[in-house]
């Protein structure tokens, strides 16, 4: 079956190219995916499977059933969105939507889900079991379309036994995927601090409380809960990006404002975290006189890839690839609202290699992000074939 479903990645490779580049061209903002959910039904329709819509507004489910459809449902997903990044790659089908690129690969993602269904559908003869093609909105913006989508009842009708995602990945090389049983990405949470005090004239410090000199006594206080507080075998990140204190050389501002992210690969550390930096944050303002509000937002959950079916996986991409082009990769601290579904299924969500043989790819959410289009024929065929593999057993 490796030699048929090689095959057939080939004869749809260039059709697969070709809806790639139609979605680079003509990306569209997380919730805002209508075009991109149009074409997308249109390809379905070409290829004769049902689905459904109106999910999240533009998201899809597609559905593909085998011999024996009740006997088990495995899913497979694909986000569409895009990002708000004006394009600096030059390319043919460079974005003609002004200040908007598929800058992370989601293009790719959704190209390559097509070109599996077109494969599993030719193959529906010769597999039991049900497949679920989910077209997800919104993965780039809290609370992301993972969540939306099945609190509006995806599954319903099909309960996945096993969900399967995919994810470009600059650093790899192409035509290598690769696998990371149990935690793998980390949860991502929002974290906004806002010091309140008495500002005043910067030349008399004793009649005002200094706002800047609290907010970064918190900054630094806060670091203490990663080398300090949460058990050094469980990976936190606690990192500020903002630092707003709108004062002047003499004027100590009334207001700071400090913004951040949570990251981490245990969901109880995660609520402990959330606690202490509350305290530690306003019980440092308050013992400095002034006062701190803490918000934060939740963001995605840790993504959990189920090791037992993982290593299935494993097993099947050696199959397909060979194991020199299967890689055993190590933990990312970067986010992804496919935890929403690895929360409640058994999941498992790798990655696959689209570096540039010559020339530059760039980084994930950049310019001048350019992946290798071959990659499009190891993603496309191995997802089909662990599909296969999957409702073959």
């Known amino acids: 079956m490796e030699k048929r479903i090689k095959a057939l990645t080939q004869q749809y490779l260039q059709q697969v190219i070709d809806i790639r580049q139609h979605l680079h061209a003509h990306p569209e903002l997380s919730f805002e995916e209508n075009n991109t959910s149009l074409y997308i039904q249109e390809q379905l329709k070409q290829i004769g499977i049902p689905f459904k819509t109106g999910y999240v507004k533009t998201g899809i489910l597609g559905i593909i059933e085998g011999q024996n459809p009740t006997s088990k449902t495995i899913a497979l997903r694909a986000d569409m969105d895009a990002l708000p990044i004006q394009e600096a790659t030059n390319l043919e089908f460079t974005s003609r939507n002004e200040g908007v690129m598929h800058a992370c690969g989601h293009d790719a993602h959704t190209a390559a889900l097509l070109g ?19 077209f997800q909105p919104a993965e780039e913006v809290f609370p992301g379309g993972a969540k939306l989508m099945m609190e509006e009842g995806i599954f319903d009708t099909y309960k996945p036994d096993i969900i399967l995602g995919q994810h470009v990945l600059p650093s790899m090389q192409t035509g290598h995927v690769g696998f990371k049983g149990g935690m793998y990405m980390a949860s991502g949470d929002e974290v906004y601090l806002t010091i309140k005090g008495k ?160 020339g530059e790819t760039g980084s994930l959410h950049t310019p001048q992000f350019n992946l290798n289009e071959n990659s499009l024929e190891t993603a496309t065929g191995t997802m089909a074939y662990i599909a296969f593999r999957f409702l073959s057993k």
Request: net charge negative.
């Open 116 to 134: 599996a269904a077109m494969i599993l559908n030719e193959l529906k003869a010769e597999w039991q079991g049900t497949i679920l093609l989910i």
């Open 199 to 358: 500002g005043g004239h910067a030349a008399m410090p004793h009649a005002l409380t200094d706002n800047v000199l609290i907010a970064s006594q918190i900054l630094i206080s806060l670091q203490q809960i990663v080398s300090r507080i949460v058990p050094a075998q469980i990976p936190t990140v606690l990192s500020f990006g903002k630092f707003i204190a709108n004062g002047a050389t003499n004027i100590i501002p009334e207001k700071v404002e400090l913004a951040g992210t949570l990251r981490t690969m245990n969901e109880e550390w995660r609520a402990i975290i959330k606690t202490k930096i509350k305290e530690i944050a306003t019980q440092t303002a308050a013992s400095m006189g002034a006062e701190c509000e803490v918000d934060i937002k939740d963001g995605y959950p840790v993504v959990h890839n189920n090791e037992n079916i993982t290593a299935q996986a494993i097993e099947f991409s050696n199959e397909y690839l060979g194991k020199s082009n299967t890689e055993i990769m190590d933990i990312r601290m970067t986010a992804e609202d496919f935890g929403y579904f690895s929360q409640k299924y058994p999941c498992t969500f790798y990655r696959f290699g689209v570096a540039q043989d010559k």
